[in-house]
């Protein structure tokens, strides 16, 4: 048989290819491409995608509108209470008909659908988060193949799965009203957002939403792959697991397995029986200990190498099998839950590769309502903005979906690490038989898939139930409550965590988030209050009270989820909108905020500390005195709509901004320090990343990747080097935090403004203080009364301070930070500041000359629709001019650009 190589990239596998020889290979054909579908009686029937959705076929053919426009979420109700049938005719190669085995692979199936080829049944599914393989020798013809999928409406499955769960309710029955949402996602395995969230719409979709593809073979079938490096600290050695489930038609003894890691020296030749069936084989590689093997670490503290490994698996008489090659990364993972002294709590807190990690993030939703339209660059684009915002790690978030394996591979390049949620979020879950079943098979066909991802550090069972189990939302009455109990530890523990336990013991298990970690599991796996500082992570929401006052949050061990909404722009709304609804009170402005109070929510935050214009009562007439004046490089653009939603829309933001500031200083500065045993906090990830769609949301990137005030704003409150001022019983105090390794001898400059004058007019420097690497220090401290009455004329209204880091030699560590003495709504002095911008540059880096006449806070520069990112944005002017660098997505001249930029700051809304 000639030597004819072929080569399958099996993404799956995350691996880089997996080959084999003619003959003893694998046939694969794909089937993706041009189906047919129609609905229950056929009065729809249309050509649509595989990989795919309904919803995106509908619209693709011009039966549906945008989905996201306007109301169109629930005049598009009847898609999702449709049964839709996919199918596509095949023929298959002689060849491909003539080996032992031919399977059916279908990559992700959205949702419960029945399979047929040929008008025989070949299998069901439940679970989207499952590859399903179905054997198909027996039904193929020699001509045409007939491949049908039927789906049943996920709104009406999930409905009837409620029904038969006759015994006892699984809460919540539906959404709150708010939410515009549909019943009992709990029972499908599906992403739960897909029936609304407080965030997002309800688009139950169904389809074909991954490939699907013929697999044909002889004798093995590759099916899954994976690698797990294992240190052992007492030899300072690494082994490589190499594990592989393989299908085998017949029994082959004496199968040879060679792994080889050339870059390492290490190579490992081992003999296995394959036993016809599917199973599971492992194999530990030696590494050898003459060789240094460099690690991946996190961004910031290290590069993020690999190496090559290639296995070969041959036959006894020598005849290749196949051949994978795969990346190796190697790197330790640890979660520290330990006793602190003077505290009641345990801490907890990551170490990687041996050193302790403050965890700088956000929380992950799906980026669409329909998968199918996830493309890698969307997912590039929002883990490129993460990184660029000092990020390093991302929760990919229980309510959504296992992300594409784009997504992992490029957290494994960038070094963002993940945290991983099961798909199962804010509810109860059923235990019945046939939900265990396919809950297993997704959790485990997930831990072959990411657990050869050096970015994921954590598994996480669940998002908020362990949580609503301890503090009773669903109004479970106590005699039912051991019924619930044994539910959760059914499901969390004796499943999943089980099954964690057996296929990948090096990374860390957490239960739920917010959970109390160890001391939950001591309390049966539901801590009396999950939220508890002490210990675990915390979930920390408060909309209504001030935001600005530090003492309000939670010291936590580590703070997992905390934030604020905001509306987005104008840019990213008017696709999906008419004129009449950029309303504060329009229909839209309501139905698109699915958090109850929402709107009330921002409005009241926001009136804490910024005017609402020409109101002294801000918030009661609100509706009555909104103005937005928008300044634009060609002149004065003045906008007058009380209602405009635009100018909602900007206060939101930088209230939302200045909000997750504070909150996530607060707990950057909790690093080093314990106050009443609270404390030692390794961790700030704010919610959320993305968005899902055009809405108000606590997202710091809107809906097409438009970065709101709170995204420019990460980078410098996530910087790698920060000084953080704050005050306590009347003394300003000012830390200084650094996540590098080496420790650093710093000064602070402290310089007083007024806000009538871009001039300081105090400066004060520190003594220098040794900032030790991996801390949080005090640098500065100085009673506010006498600093200020030490600086001309100074009151807490009329003056500001701005600081900053440096050495000896004046060289500046770290971004500049600003401490307001009062509300902006208060200060005294504050000047118009007649911004102007004079655009130049080239169509690739446009710079933008920002020239003021008066200090001007949340100076806010916004390129309209033209995408692409400033360099900085939402500053505190405090000089005469600025540059500011913008890098547009696709070429744009300067002329373009100029006609979309406007620039607003806090004192053009007063
Ligand atoms: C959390 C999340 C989400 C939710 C967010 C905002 O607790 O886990 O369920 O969208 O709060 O309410």
Redesign the pocket.
Known sequence: MGARAFVLLLSSFGVLKVSGQFGLAPLVQSLDGEWKLWNSNKSVSLPAQVPGCVHTALQQQGFIKDPYFRYNDLLYEWISLENWTYATMFVVSKEMRSKQKVLLVLEGVDTAASVWLNGESVGQTDNMFRQYVFPIQDLLKDEKNVLRVDFLSPILYAAQRRKAHSAYAVPPECPPDVQKGQCHVNFIRKAQSSFS???GPSFPGAGLWKGVRLHAFDLVRLDRFATLPLYDANGSSWTLVVDALVDAVQLMNAVQVTLDMPELQSHGTFSTNIHQGNAKYSFALRINTGRKVKLWWPIGLGGQPFYRLLVTVCSQDGKKLFSVHSKVYFRRVELVQEPIVSSTGLSFYFRINGKPIFLKGS?WIPAHSFQDQVTPTTILNLLQSAVEANMNILRV?G?GVYELDAFYDACDELGLMVWQDFMF??AMYPTDNDFLRTVREEVYQQIWRLKLHPSVIVWSAN??NEAALATNWFNIPGWQRTLYLKDYVTLYVDNIKALIKQEDPTRPFLVSSPTNGAESEQEGYVANNPYDPRYGDT?F?SYETDCWDWRTFPRARLAS?Y?FQSWPSLATLLPVTMPEDLRFDSLFASHRQH?LDGNQQMLKQSSIHYHLPNSSNPYTRFTHTLYLTQRTSGGLDIHRDPRDLRMFSGISKVMQAQCVKIQTEFYRRSRSELQGGLGHTMGALY??LNDIWQGPS?SSIEFGGKWKMLHYFAVDFFADILPVAFEDNGDLLIYAISDLSPDLKLNVMVSVYKWSNLDPICTLRSESTVVPGGSAVPVFKRSIDVLLAGCGNCSRQSCLLSFHLEDKDGTQYGPANHHFLCSPKDAVGLLLPNITVKVRGDETELLVDVHSQAVAPFVWLDAGNVEGRFSRNGFLMLSRNKTVTFHPDRNTSVAQFSLALTVTSLSDLY
Do not use: K, P, T, V
């Open positions: 969230w407080d965030w929380n978030w309510g979020a804010c998002n908020e979930h929401y989820e934030g958090h919610w959320q606590w």
